[in-house]
């Protein structure tokens, strides 16, 4: 059986993942666990970069995209959104840049 964990989030991420999931026809956690497999399926792992403590107490190695989404996390110029519906949000998703 999987252990259940909490995670906060703002109210307004809140009202998008709710939106997102209804609009998908599937529970928030469905939903999560699509996009976040989807995610995690397209990562690849490695070796060369610098250790990440986060990663290493889940076991996990970020790639190169991934650190380079990290690093451009903190930049606002180069976040993505607000999206009008869910839509809008997947298609960007999907977009390679």
Known sequence: M???KSIRLS???HKMLKLASVEAGLSMQEFL???I???ASKQGH???LPDCPLCRKYGLTP???TREAIEESYDPKKLHG???NTDE???DLDSDD
Do not use: Q, Y
Request: hydrophobic residues 30%; glycine residues 0%.
């Open 63 to 65: 790639n190169a995209e």
């Open 33 to 35: 666990k699509r996009v």
């Open 11 to 13: 109210s307004d991420l």
């Open 89 to 91: 949000m997947l298609k």
């Open 37 to 39: 497999t989807k995610h």
């Open 2 to 4: 999987n252990e259940t």
């Open 82 to 84: 607000p999206f009008a």
């Open 46 to 48: 490695d070796e060369s």
